[in-house]
């Protein structure tokens, strides 16, 4: 008999621990907000005492939810770009060492480049509205798509494709039935962190030309004096973070139990690609 | 028997390293008779590994001729079956033996065939495991029905049972002997172990250290049922082998192998 406590008591104390930070973090909130700063100080008006009533507030009249769903579309649209373009690319640069060799240093300086950096350029080009949002969404999550999937084509088993060869795979085959669905677990945890950054992104990149969405109302409340409200809106976009949170990896967890393969470190992803799996030399 | 399957001749393979050209093999014979297990005996680095996979079509001679059955599309008839059992862990047993089917080069394979092969091969419990549920002669097993459902009756087999405990070997040596006859399939398998070689292979071709050609090749068809036999060629045998790593490089490959006398098998066809 092993004197290991059951699993549901190691969770329930872990979930314990973890309701006790937040609840530390609200008090010091609390502390700063309503005790330590004098009234009608300006920092009173960042208290959790009315940030709390102000989310219901702003959910009851509807604003909310409006702006909580535009922001997400906004999101999915941008990740979904970033699949679309992310997966072929790094399936691409994972195969060829030598397209690994050109684009290398490029990608390295392009991901170093702050999406928002392009927020001018994207507005002169694609106008205000919707699309630069998304294109910036785009644009912070491609990288670690494409690294994701890069590196789960370098963490392929060259065996798989040596033997689909002998079988009498085509290049095309041995792509769709051993690279893509290889590369499976890698890819969820490069879109796990591919989705972290576009939410970082998102709030700030809503600030400029759209009169939607949580970053916009952000600046709301701010221009309204609403600082209850905005203290509401940051928590907001912190629960939906977390929560979006929770279900990537819980979809990249099952990827990788189903998969019974190596687990991918969300480092994976950010991994540079050292040596790529050649599919011609097995052949 | 006595039609060929395979037939080597004056074979090299040349790889060109950043110390210059190394070969794996050059100079090298063999033919391998329809219906037989031919079994390649020979030390580490002695190229058999590199032999097999071109037989596979994964890898191509540098010089010399190979004569074996292929596709239409030019691709060799053989399958071939690694030392690992290399089954994709997100398929089920029955799905990772079907792996061929999905191949645009198969669409002749009956799909009902995976059950049958499943049946035959003792698997059919397995069907829905995972690859990761197995044992390693399990995976081996699945491993080599995968291949044999699409493969022609060329096996090609390379130390399939080195990474198994010796008892799971010995079922398994004994499980293809019975597939073999089941299925009457040409076997290449490629070992360094001796006992192995006498064991499965009706005949056993030593090939020489240092990339220099073969030794010679044993009919070892009859020993298994003779122990003094046994004995002698395996003594033969072993000490061929040993000689193989110890002979200097730059030797060229000697003139065909004599008779040895006490019952011992004089190696045939040797060069």
Redesign the interface.
Known sequence: MSDRPPAWRVRAARVGRASTGLLVALLLWWLVTDVVAAPGDMLARFSPLTAAPAIVALFLDGAGLVHVSVTLERLLAGIAIATLVGVPVGVAVGLSRRLADYTGALFQFLRMVSPLAWTPIAIVLLGVGDLPVVFLVAVAAVWPVILGAAAGVHALDPGWLQIATTLGASRRERLTTIVLPGIRAHLATGLRVALGTAWIVIVPAEMLGVDSGLGYAILDARDRLRYDELMGVVLVIGLLGFALDGVAQRTSARQRRRRHTRPAAPDAAIEVIEAPVDLARTR | MGTLAIRLTGAARVFSTGNGRVPAFSGLDLEVRRGEVHALLGPSGCGKSTLLRIL???DHLSAGELTLPR?SDG?PA???V?Q?A?L???LTVADNVA??L?????RAVAAGRVDELLEVLGLAELADA???ELSGGQAQRV?IA??ML?APPLLLLDEPFAALDPLTRRDLQDWLLRVRDLLDLTIVLVTHDVDEAIHLGDRVTLLRGGSRGTVGTWDTREVDRNSEVLAATRHDLLARYAATSDEPSTVVPGPPLGTNGGGRLAPVAAR
């Open positions: 596979a079509g994964l596709h691709r053989a399958g071939i690694l690992d290399h994709l862990p997100w792996l061929g999905r191949y645009r080069a198969n995972l690859p990761a491993a995968r291949t699409v």
